[in-house]
């Protein structure tokens, strides 16, 4: 098959603030035996991306570096290690940009064939795009860090983000029962995301709201914010009880010993971009499943075209927009 020598993308010379983003044209990737090309219909942009694109997360770039994380898209080119039925299909990936991979910010995306999944049909791209971050990251802290059991009580904090959305979800799809902190704009996304019970987490009484609505404590504890109040959390928990901490790079969390170990409490960090190959896709396996039966949903805040990359970083940053950030060819 054949293709330009070149494509566009955005990509940084160096990493650094949003200005350092550029767009214009790049060679098209070479395939190797074990990789496949996707024609991007949509990527989207995740915290971490922020993190990578900045330098305040480490990690092997190959420079000029295209950025971003996750691609929805159409095969164009397999190699040769790699089944040909493959070229034409609709699939995607999630943990590209990382690891001296390159991003999907652009019009052709290589990534390694075993990171490369299906995309059920009649799966729109823009939600798909918006999902599959998030859920990665959901399933992979309820499911592999934390072995989250059916009937056991989660609490999501910052449930109305996309991560914490996503994790509402999964724990519901997963049978468990939801207690979710948000703002007070994000309890009809919260609920409608599957969350029993939805707090306000300015509420200067919460933590007594907390204890009323899990009488027999919290199972699995999951500070999407960042905040990381362990003081505030141990106590709340059950025997047996896990925290999971994968936001707040900066926060310096303080909490009383005893409260831990008395009760058996593990405090449970992971990322996403350390995941297996396996993990991966395992995580792929469900949340296609979910994907096919409507159960996994996403605001989708912002479409901007390739060539706003820019704009599209500074929207994430700037906080408060309500929604994912979507970018299309």
């Not at 000029?64 to 040769?80: H, L, M, N, Q, S």
């Not at 709201?209 to 919290?218: M, N, R, Y």
Request: hydrophobic share 45%; aromatic share 6%.
């Amino acid at each position: 098959m054949t293709y330009s020598a070149s494509m566009v993308a955005a990509f940084v010379r160096k990493t650094g603030p949003a200005s350092e983003i550029q767009v214009g044209n790049v060679p098209t990737p070479t395939v190797g035996p074990a990789d496949v090309l996707i024609r991007m219909a949509a990527t989207a942009v995740n915290h971490v991306d922020l993190f990578v694109r900045s330098g305040a997360y480490p990690t092997a770039l190959p420079l000029p570096f295209v950025i971003g994380r996750d691609v929805v898209g159409t095969v164009k080119a397999v190699g040769t290690d790699v089944d040909p039925s493959m070229v034409g299909q609709r699939v995607w990936s999630n943990s590209l940009g990382h690891d001296g991979r390159q991003g999907t910010f652009s019009e052709l995306v290589l990534a390694p064939g075993d990171r490369v999944y299906p995309l059920p049909g009649g799966v729109d791209p823009a939600t798909a795009a918006s999902v599959l971050h998030p859920a990665g990251t959901a399933y992979l802290g309820l499911v592999r860090e934390a072995h989250l059991r059916s009937g056991e009580t989660v609490l999501v904090a910052g449930a109305g983000g996309a991560v914490g959305s996503a994790v509402v979800q999964m724990a519901c799809a997963a049978g468990a029962r939801v207690v979710a902190t948000a703002a007070p704009k994000d309890f009809e996304w919260c609920s409608t995301s599957g969350a029993d019970v939805v707090l306000d987490y300015r509420d200067p009484d919460l933590a007594t709201q907390i204890a009323i609505s899990a009488p027999d404590g919290v199972d699995v504890w999951w500070d999407n914010s960042g905040r990381n109040d362990l003081a505030q959390a141990l106590p709340l928990m059950r025997q047996g009880g896990r925290v999971v901490v994968m936001a707040g790079m900066g926060s310096m969390p303080q909490f009383r010993a005893g409260d831990l170990y008395t009760r058996d409490l593990r405090i449970l960090g992971f990322a996403i971009s350390n995941a297996s190959v396996p993990d991966l896709a395992q995580a792929a396996r469900v949340i296609n499943d979910l994907l096919s039966d409507d159960r996994l949903r996403v605001r989708t805040g912002s479409v901007l075209d390739l060539s706003r990359a820019r704009e599209a970083h500074e929207l994430m940053e700037a906080g408060g927009h309500v929604g994912r950030v979507v970018v299309t060819p």
